[in-house]
Structure formats: structure tokens, C-alpha cells
């Protein structure tokens, strides 16, 4: 488990963008900071609590207390903090290490998340790769899907591979279609109800 932190951290500090904005960046740091202006170029926040309220052309990195993304990101999001919301739009990946994680908006790259909850209610279209205690996906996922962690729980339509390493329990809820192969590993056989659809089939 600590070869998988350390190679995760690799991952979430490896640039992923080619294509970062080309404008000045905006860098700002406080206790208490509200982004409510928008930048044509990457924006760097360091703060107790940090809110973005405004479109960001490019990445938005940021380190804090609590963080939340109220906003458009066309770039990627990278994002450290004890509790971690990001609730729009992002057209690039989001990489985010906190105590909490929650994404409320869609993701059109990948996602890399490491936690001790990850609670995912919007879709990333790309790769997801989850490292935490608990998670809940609720709404699919558009690319393979690896997760570690304690309880897994699955819905919504995931279109390609799902791999799952639980401590405990991995559940699916009712309607959940996964149209790839299932492939996991758990102290018990998964919670797959009737109505779940397994396409490629399940190795435990």
C-alpha cells in the first residue's frame, strides 16, 4: 500500500498539461481568498480556505485548508487540502490529495484522487485512479476505473474496465451497468444485485 501512495504522489505532481494557458498567471496567497476574477492564465492559490468563483482559461493548482472550485477550469486542477470540493466543469484532469474529496462536476480528462473519503457524483470521461479509505462513485465513468481502498461502492454506467482492491466490502447499486470487465478483490464476494450488468464478466 505504500509503494501505491508513493507512485500516486509521482503522478499528482507530474505535469499533465501540453496545452497549459499561455497568459500571465495569477498567483495569490491569504488566510481567507475568494478567486472572483476570472484569469486568462494559470492560477496559483495557497490559503486557509480557499473559494474560485470565476472561469480559469488555464490550471488552477492550489494548497489549503478547504478548497472549493465553484467555477469553469479549461485546464487541469491540482489541488491539496484537508477537504476538497470541485463542483464544475473541468476540461482537463483533476488531481486532488485531501482528508475529503468530493467531485460534483464532470471531468473530460482523467481523475487521480488520494483520500481518506472520495465521494465522485459527476463523470470523468477519462481514467479514473483512486487511492482511499472510502469511496462512492454515483454516476459512471467514461474510462477504466482503478480503485484501492476500504469500502467501494459503484453506480451508474461505467463503459470500460473496472479493477477494485477492497479491504472490505465492494458493493454495486441497483442498475449499475459496467460494459468492461470486472476484476477485484475483497475479504468476501461483492454486492451485485439482480439488475446489475456485468458485460465482460467478473474475476474475483
Do not use: C, W
Request: charged content about 10%; glycine content about 12%.
Amino acid at each position: 500500500m505504500q509503494r501505491i501512495f508513493l507512485i500516486l504522489l509521482v503522478i499528482l505532481l507530474i505535469p499533465t498539461s501540453v496545452s497549459a494557458a499561455r497568459g500571465p498567471a495569477f498567483f495569490t496567497a491569504g488566510r481567507a481568498l475568494v478567486v472572483a476574477s476570472s484569469s486568462p492564465g494559470n492560477v496559483y492559490v495557497a490559503g486557509v480556505s480557499v473559494v474560485s468563483t470565476a472561469p480559469v482559461v488555464g490550471d488552477f493548482s492550489a494548497v489549503g485548508g478547504s478548497i472549493v472550485i465553484a467555477a469553469p477550469v479549461q485546464g487541469d486542477e491540482l489541488l491539496l487540502a484537508g477537504s476538497v470540493s470541485s463542483r464544475a466543469i473541468v476540461a482537463g484532469d483533476v488531481r486532488a490529495v485531501g482528508g475529503g474529496v468530493t467531485v460534483e462536476g464532470p471531468i473530460a480528462g482523467d481523475l487521480v484522487a488520494l483520500s481518506v473519503s472520495a465521494h465522485i457524483s459527476d463523470r470523468t470521461q477519462g481514467s479514473t485512479f483512486i487511492v482511499s479509505m472510502d469511496t462512492v462513485i454515483s454516476s459512471g465513468a467514461g474510462g477504466p476505473v482503478t480503485i484501492y481502498g476500504n469500502n467501494i461502492s459503484l453506480d451508474g454506467d461505467f463503459a470500460s474496465n473496472v479493477k477494485i482492491v477492497a479491504i472490505s466490502r465492494l458493493s454495486l447499486k441497483p442498475d449499475t451497468i459496467i460494459r468492461g470487465k470486472l476484476v477485484y478483490e475483497a475479504p468476501e464476494p461483492a454486492i451485485i444485485p439482480a439488475s446489475a450488468t456485468i458485460l465482460g464478466g467478473i474475476e474475483y
